[in-house]
């Protein structure tokens, strides 16, 4: 709406460096602070996605009056969103619309040209579609008093006749045939809210590039942290196809260094390495949501992966026929009584159990030969040498 202040949160790849940026709209009368909005957002962050998620006008800690907005006024709250991106960093080219949302990103993208992808989560085909959440009682009294105050999840919300006025302006199939852009279709076939017919009105609607993706089990909110997680999953790997990723100089991939974070909820952290990305996590027995490995496994797997690399290498500088290498590593803490005296107490140490298994037709002498180069690869020697580690606070 014009002349209001909208809500906004940009968030960033831990790394600092997005190579594309992505505007999120929530669903209808929801706020940008819904988890679900935020596991997915996490998700393109990992994908060197920056995600910029707003609250319309009057919803969340937008201003304004929201009995005076309109599906209208949603599209230029986008389109306002947008401009902010564009001045302060760059045009958006993804899109990402939630419920209503979805049919709002859809309209928005026709007046962005730096757009590439769309991708919607539980959308009406048509806009109209939203005011059967209204209710008959609801309708007629709005059509009879020209407003009337609606509960949508439990909260009370006054509905205008010009808002139900303003969703059949839309013409929901012409906006889905000349989109013009990569679409991306997530619906649950239990959607109560939303029935997945709609999703499929949209589809046979829509021309290629479109895919379809059933969020089988999931509800309109994706509440379920697993459902979200996965969504953001399907859509970071997704719009990587339409998204394609710029070329970063040697200098730039220098200046980038291993980076992690997490917020104040759970142990689910992101990691940036270059232009990689990773989750690690905890177990469930220990609070995580197991959505990656722990940091012993990820260090694992770092002695894991270097030992199969210097054996190849050696192997191949020799022309020993290693044809394959595979290397397991366990990592353990056991109570080292021989290296505690009576006066303390026992010392834990770490113990990296690792198996070597090597297919060709190697000697025996090129077998042993390998295993002793085994503990020559540069992460078993560093975990053998003093290591000294530097921290400091930055702002």
């Known amino acids: 709406m014009q002349g209001e202040t909208l809500s906004a949160r940009l968030s960033l790849p831990v790394d600092q460096h997005p190579f594309a940026f992505a505007l999120f709209a929530h669903c209808f009368t929801c706020s940008s602070s819904l988890r679900a909005v935020r596991e997915i957002s996490q998700a393109l962050n990992l994908a060197g996605i920056g995600v910029l998620r707003f609250d319309f006008t009057g919803l969340g800690a937008s201003e304004g009056d929201f ?7 949603n599209i230029s709250d986008l389109l306002s969103a947008a401009e902010w991106l564009n001045e302060h960093h760059q045009s958006p080219s993804l899109l ?29 085909f048509d806009p109209a579609h939203v005011s059967h959440l209204l209710g008959e009682e609801g309708k007629a009294q709005i059509l009879k008093d020209g407003q009337a105050t ?15 006025d303003d969703l059949g302006n839309y013409g929901a199939k012409e906006h889905i045939a000349h989109l ?32 379809f993706v059933s969020l089988d089990g999931a509800d ?22 339409y998204l394609p990723r710029p070329a970063s100089s040697e200098k730039d991939l220098k200046t980038r260094q291993v980076a992690a974070r997490l917020g104040d909820q759970g142990y689910t952290t992101e990691i940036m390495v270059r232009h990689h990305h990773l989750t690690a996590d905890e177990p469930e027995s220990v609070g995580g949501n197991d959505y990656g490995p722990s940091p012993y496994e990820l260090l694992s797997a770092g ?5 199969v690399m210097t054996i190849q290498m050696y192997a191949r500088r020799k022309k020993w026929p290693v044809e394959e290498v595979i290397c397991q590593v366990d990592h353990r803490k056991d109570y080292a009584t021989d290296m505690a005296d009576a006066e303390s107490r026992p010392i834990k140490v770490d113990h990296f159990d690792r198996k ?21 690869c540069p992460v078993h020697r560093t975990l053998h040498e003093e290591v000294v580690v530097s921290t400091e606070m930055v702002d």
């Open 220 to 241: 309109h909110l994706l509440t379920n942290p697993a459902d979200s997680h996965y969504a953001g999953q399907v859509i970071a790997g997704w719009s990587s196809r």
């Open 67 to 73: 009995s005076a907005t309109n599906f209208s006024s």
């Open 303 to 307: 002695l894991s992966a270097c030992t």
């Open 180 to 211: 013009d852009r990569a679409l991306l279709i997530l619906h649950s076939p239990q959607d109560r809210t939303v029935s997945i017919d709609e999703a499929a009105k949209a589809y046979h609607a829509a021309r290629h590039p479109k895919s």
């Open 356 to 376: 070597l298994k090597l297919k060709g037709p190697l000697t025996s002498e090129q077998t042993q030969r390998i295993l002793e180069i085994a503990d020559r």
């Open 96 to 124: 990402v619309g939630h419920s209503l949302g979805g049919a709002a990103v859809i309209c928005a993208a026709h007046q962005l040209e730096s757009v590439k992808a769309v991708a919607t989560l539980g959308a009406p």
């Open 150 to 164: 609606i509960d949508i999840g439990g909260r009370p919300f006054t509905i205008r006749k010009q808002f139900l």
